[in-house]
């Protein structure tokens, strides 16, 4: 998950500042705010494939995310009114009998919230730190109906049409492989199922786009895939979803509130 907060705070800076300041302030960003920068990115990112090279990936993106973890929830909760309506929506659409997976999960913020909602939730996530919190988190309030576990989409413990809808908050921007991920997701959902997502669309922000990218090559942050919605849509159809709603939640991030069915 991300840091919305972080985005519109820059965006501001960059608004009104000279340019020379503005490259001053950029590095300032990024030496002395480097765990805000990280939070604008996913819970969860790796290569899920299973090269030797895409192992490197994966174990230096769990280590990204692990050391992220201890302050990640102080970080986000500055942003707590976009969270309370991705919960609130979210909610709407699920049912008591749900069988539910959060993928990318992070340390629970989402994922503790609904689970009053649904039947089961199967909650996952790359580091395995956020998942620990996120398991702490939900046994303080006994939150008995979510498993949480340290793993990927692809386990093959979940089975092909298990589950009655899928969650993506925060990730899809982080996968390296995104057509795969959606097939996967679209596999792992009965028919008629839901795909909810929340996305931050950076492609439609040209100068934050260009400065996520400097910090990704060089090594601050997890690469990000810098799509437009409108991208980000027509991928969802390549996969055999069908759009129900699509909704802007925040401007300055052009964050993005996607439900799909499964075709």
């Known amino acids: 998950m991300h840091s919305k907060w972080f985005i519109g705070t820059l965006l501001q800076d960059l608004s009104f500042r000279p ?12 030496k002395n705010c480097f ?3 990280l939070a604008i990115t996913a819970a969860s990112t790796c290569n899920r494939h299973s090269s030797k090279e895409g192992a490197a990936k994966v174990s230096k993106s769990e280590r ?10 102080q970080i986000e909760m500055k942003d707590a009114q976009i969270y309370n309506t991705i919960i609130n929506r979210t909610k709407t659409y699920l049912k008591p009998s749900d069988i539910v997976m959060d993928y990318g999960c992070g340390t629970g ?18 580091s395995a730190n956020m998942v620990e919190i996120a398991g702490k988190k939900a046994l303080e309030r006994s939150i008995a109906n979510i498993s949480y576990a340290h793993t990927t989409i692809f386990d093959e413990r979940y089975k092909k049409g298990s589950f009655d809808a899928i969650l993506a908050f925060h990730i899809l921007h982080l996968l390296e492989d995104e057509g795969a991920e959606l097939q996967r ?21 040209r100068l934050l786009k260009g400065l996520l990218s400097v910090a990704g090559k060089a090594g601050l942050m997890p690469a990000i895939q810098a799509f437009k919605s409108s991208q980000l849509v027509e991928n969802m ?15 300055s991030s052009q964050e993005y509130f996607i439900v799909a069915r499964k075709g």
Do not use: R
């Not at 990204?64 to 929830?73: E, G, H, I, Q, V």
């Not at 913020?109 to 790359?126: F, G, K, R, W």
């Not at 159809?237 to 401007?251: G, H, P």
């Open 109 to 126: 913020l989402i994922a503790n919230e609904i689970a009053d909602s649904v039947q089961v939730l199967h909650a996952i996530d790359l």
């Open 237 to 251: 159809k390549k996969a055999n979803f069908s759009l129900m709603e699509a909704d802007c939640l925040n401007l």
């Open 19 to 30: 340019f020379y300041f503005t490259i001053l302030c950029i590095t300032k960003f990024l």
């Open 35 to 37: 765990v805000s920068v």
């Open 64 to 73: 990204f995310w692990d050391k992220t973890a201890s302050k990640y929830d």
């Open 185 to 205: 997701i679209h596999e792992l959902l009965k028919p008629g199922a839901l795909f909810i997502s929340a996305t931050p669309c950076v492609g439609e922000k």
